[in-house]
């Protein structure tokens, strides 16, 4: 089983190695070698891409080694990741320099029976190999602010057939993907809780990804969460990144934050004419939903916790009135997204699936680099009422 589980990580690694070396080659071809610019700048490119590469691996790594100074993590991972946003925006901003390329030779054919000559080639590639970079840049720039600035507050009013009449206008305040860890930290959750508390929400809910991270290593910079405030209570489920980061722990830790875990479980919330909430396990781990939400009152309204928008699949058959769930970052960094809805059938706000609605939260925070580009970090207050 030890033997097996190796193999699975190594494997990972070597896909994750030969991928990030794919993406830095073709980098460096199309900048450094296609325009024929001086062999001096070709390899001090090459030589860059490779200390860039080192930082994006050292980036994800460094914050799990224990005798990494703190200081060096902090400062690797913001290089690494950084350079990772702005790597794929070099990728689409040359492969669609590469698409300009090909209509280019097509068009080139089509109206002489001459191919373009070397130094025609050599001089198209330096110029989309330059508005490719800066086209990088421009975008780098704008996303880093987009991700470094407070999340905005969304509003989202939602009718529901069964929801309690008595309960008209009933908040819940949505976090989602804080991604606490090399470069977010206390800061950032004292900043979180104090625009929470401000909006006096009546329940709070956070869909998973809240760490990158062991307790160890992040337990004072979650601790801010303790002073949420909400008069039905603070909930909480699990995301993939909680089993990357020690799950166990943290279902032991966040209780005494005053934050309830809900692993496969449903509680009644607002008494006995109130509703359900349930909260169901990432994939990563191991979710029950039919457990979950078995021998319930089928007049009352049940809200489901879930963190991957795709387990609305299954809700929608067991008969959930609301999913809130987080997880795809609303793309994060345009076009990403188009990435991500080949993998989640709703990528992010409200969306009515046979029934149940879902709503999905773009994140509260960011994961690797510190972007956002089309996709906005939300603090989401969702108000309920009967339809």
């Not at 509680?267 to 169901?280: H, N, Q, Y």
């Amino acid at each position: 089983m030890a033997s097996m589980s190796l193999f699975r990580i190594g494997s990972a690694l070597l896909v994750a190695v030969t991928i990030l070396y794919g993406i830095h080659y073709f980098i460096w071809v199309r900048l450094g070698r296609d325009p024929a610019i001086s062999p001096a700048w070709s390899r001090a490119i090459a030589a860059a891409l490779a200390v860039l590469c080192a930082c994006v691996v050292l980036g994800f790594v460094a914050h799990r080694l224990p005798r990494f100074p703190r200081v060096l993590v902090a400062s690797v991972s913001w290089v690494g990741f950084t350079w990772l946003g702005v790597a794929f925006l070099l990728i689409v901003g040359l492969a669609f320099g590469d698409l300009v390329r090909l209509f280019v030779g097509i068009a080139a054919r089509m109206l002489s029976d001459t191919v373009p000559d070397v130094d025609r080639r050599r001089a198209l590639a330096r110029i989309l190999a330059g508005a490719a970079g800066t086209f990088a840049v421009v975008m780098a720039g704008a996303g880093l602010r987009g991700a470094l600035g407070r999340p905005a507050i969304k509003t989202v009013k939602i009718a529901l057939r069964r929801w309690p009449a008595h309960l008209s206008g009933y908040t819940i305040v949505q976090l989602s993907d804080i991604h606490v860890g090399p470069t977010i930290g206390r800061e950032f959750i004292e900043s979180i809780v104090a625009t929470v508390n401000a909006l006096s929400p009546d329940l709070v809910v956070i869909t998973g990804d809240l760490v990158d991270g062991s307790v160890a290593e992040l337990g004072r910079s979650v601790s801010p969460l303790a002073d949420l405030r909400a008069r039905d209570g603070v909930f909480f489920v699990l995301g993939n990144h909680e089993y990357y980061s020690g799950a166990k722990e943290w279902i032991r830790h966040l209780p005494t934050l005053g934050i309830r875990v809900l692993v496969n479980e449903r509680v009644s919330v607002a008494g006995l004419a109130g509703f359900d909430l349930a909260g169901v396990d990432d994939p990563t781990g191991a979710p029950d939903m039919a457990r979950t939400l078995a021998d319930r009152d089928s007049d009352r309204a049940v809200v489901l916790l879930a963190h991957q928008p795709r387990a609305v699949f299954d809700a929608s058959k067991l008969g959930v009135d609301l999913q809130l769930s987080g997880h795809t970052h609303g793309g994060q960094i345009f076009p990403f997204h188009v990435l991500v809805g080949l993998q989640q059938p709703y990528v992010s706000g409200l969306h009515d699936h046979h029934g149940t609605a879902v709503y999905v939260s773009r994140g509260t925070g960011y994961w690797g680099p510190a972007m956002r580009i089309g996709a906005p970090a939300e603090i989401t207050r969702i108000e309920l009422r009967r339809s």
